[in-house]
């Protein structure tokens, strides 16, 4: 089975400052990985994902993961960020195979002026 | 414009009923979901179908029903079985439904058992 541990329930920072979320995952297979955004009551919007090659992957909005395999991790950055970032953010697996995603807790994002 | 339309937008059940949740597509994918979203739990998977006339139970299918008998359209009927139904429900499609096919969201349907 897989699963998703997104670190970090709630994340604030400044406009501008740089921003980190954290996610790391287990699975027993290979998987693909993605990061989605929610703006507020609205559905989700895929921001990235890493289905293989360089490790680093740039999305939308400015966004970028890295890949970390020994580590398990999938780790969501931007080097500055604006009002409009404010949202809530998932990270999800799909493991190589099968048909479904699993995705993590979300990480709350919100940006002060 | 392509996209994911669900209706309605907010509902509201008394206890005992059932309810059907709309999801319509026209971006002519082949593999549809339904998810539910709890606050500080993420999305959990309800049922999807890779095509017509075929679904699949996800993780938390009991109490939910559905049907494919379109390829546009994949509702979900809530019924008075499911014990805890206040929840956001969104509904999602992907082109062929593999593993690394990204899946495009609906707007959601908030759901309120009163």
């Known amino acids: 089975a897989q699963s998703v541990t997104q670190l970090d329930s709630q994340v604030p920072v400044f406009e501008e400052a740089p921003v980190e979320l954290r996610c790391n995952y287990s699975s027993s297979v290979s998987v693909y990985l993605f990061w989605y955004v929610q703006y507020p009551n609205q559905g989700l919007q895929l921001l990235l994902k890493y289905l293989s090659g360089s490790t680093l992957v740039k999305g939308i909005n400015g966004f970028e993961a890295e890949f970390n395999k020994s580590q398990t991790s999938f780790h969501l950055r931007k080097p500055s960020v604006h009002i409009s970032d404010t949202a809530e953010y998932f990270c999800a697996v799909s493991p190589q195979g099968a048909q479904k995603l699993v995705f993590g807790q979300g990480t709350r994002l919100t940006i002060n002026p | 414009d392509g996209g994911i339309t669900q209706s309605p937008k907010y509902l509201f059940r008394k206890e005992g009923q059932n309810v059907t949740l709309s999801c319509e597509q026209n971006l002519n994918h082949d593999a549809m979901y339904w998810y539910r979203q709890d606050p500080g739990q993420g999305l959990r998977l309800i049922y999807y179908?890779?095509?017509?006339?075929?679904?699949q139970k996800g993780d938390i299918a009991e109490g939910y029903s559905v049907s494919r008998e379109k390829k546009e359209s994949f509702p979900l009927t809530v019924t008075s079985a499911q014990k805890n139904p206040t929840a956001f429900y969104l509904c999602a499609s992907s082109i062929a439904g593999g593993p690394s096919d990204t899946q495009y969201f609906g707007p959601g349907t908030r759901l309120t058992v009163l």
């Open positions: 179908s890779q095509i017509v006339n075929d679904f």
